[in-house]
């Protein structure tokens, strides 16, 4: 197999342009770094378009099986130098393989059509993201959202971008296992909430009712906000229910990404009837 070893190779340059989220719009595809990310990229079938992996860097006892998954995937596979493999990563220590990911194209159109199927396995539960800036913050919220059963997750306009290389990483391959909409307008997700007849719950310090106490096994959308600035104000007008999560009054509120796993984790005790 050649190897590409200059920097200044096209294919180095255009795979080093997915960086950048303008890019990543335009081509609708994104790099997915190191080999558990890859292991759980590879196991969607059709969304791998190449596998790139420098023999140098990859430990050997991995990459013959991880080259195996990507042969058998029909997935293109392009070695490179170590010099070159440092280049396009985006961590200090690479492990040497990462992939070219086709976006999922997701309009609103099918989280109604989501939101449809849900139901009939039970009451769906949505999770909104409403201004997370921080990207590790957003990556904890959408593993939560996975390990707790979330029906799936959107991202409202002026929230990180969830392709954003270190929002991926932190998500630890679960943005690979439920659906997730980005740069969703509020009023129209609010309107279309309602519609389908979804209960608004807010996050907040200052809500109402407490969190243990707030009834989460309906069919429910869950809008977290940024810590900074909490929930938007124009939720407002589709809902004035707001929960808080208890904690000790003389305590800093949480960060959204382990406020949300502990909103998420009750949840799922409440719809498993778990203790």
């Known amino acids: 197999m050649h190897m590409i070893t200059s920097p200044q190779n096209q294919l180095v340059k255009y795979l080093n342009r997915l960086k950048e989220k303008r890019h990543r719009s335009q081509e609708q595809k994104f790099l997915a770094e190191g080999t558990r990310f890859v292991e759980e990229a590879l196991a969607v079938p059709g969304l791998v378009e190449m596998l790139v992996y420098s023999p140098e860097l990859l430990p050997a006892g991995r990459s013959e099986p991880l080259l195996e998954l990507a042969r058998q995937?029909?997935?293109?596979?392009?070695?490179?130098?170590?010099r070159v493999f440092r280049?396009?990563?985006?961590?200090?220590?690479p492990q040497g393989v990462l992939a070219v990911v086709k976006m999922p194209v997701l309009k609103l159109d099918d989280l109604a059509l989501l939101l449809g199927?849900?139901?009939?396995r039970g009451n769906p539960l949505l999770v909104v993201v409403d201004g997370v800036q921080d990207p590790g913050n957003l990556g904890t919220i959408v593993r939560s959202a996975a390990a707790f059963g979330a029906s799936g997750l959107v991202l409202c306009r002026g929230t990180v971008d969830l392709?954003?290389?270190k929002v991926l990483r932190a998500t630890m391959g679960a943005v690979f296992k439920l659906p997730v909409w980005q740069d969703v307008d509020i009023n129209t997700l609010g309107h279309?909430?309602?519609q389908m007849g979804l209960e608004i719950l807010l996050?907040?310090?200052?809500?109402?009712?407490s969190l243990t106490a707030a009834g989460l096994t309906g069919r429910v959308a869950l809008v977290i906000g940024?810590?900074?600035?909490?929930v938007s104000n124009q939720w407002r007008q589709f809902t004035r229910r707001a929960f808080r999560i208890p904690m000790q009054e003389d305590v800093e509120s949480l960060?959204?990404?382990?406020?949300?796993?502990?909103?998420?984790?009750?949840a799922y005790r409440q719809r498993t009837c778990r203790p």
């Open 73 to 82: 995937a029909g997935v293109s596979i392009t070695a490179v130098s170590a």
């Open 87 to 93: 280049v396009l990563a985006d961590t200090q220590t």
């Open 117 to 120: 199927l849900a139901s009939q």
């Open 163 to 165: 392709f954003n290389p």
């Open 192 to 194: 279309l909430l309602q």
């Open 203 to 209: 996050s907040s310090p200052q809500g109402d009712v």
């Open 226 to 230: 940024s810590e900074a600035r909490g």
């Open 255 to 266: 960060n959204a990404g382990i406020a949300a796993a502990v909103i998420l984790y009750e």
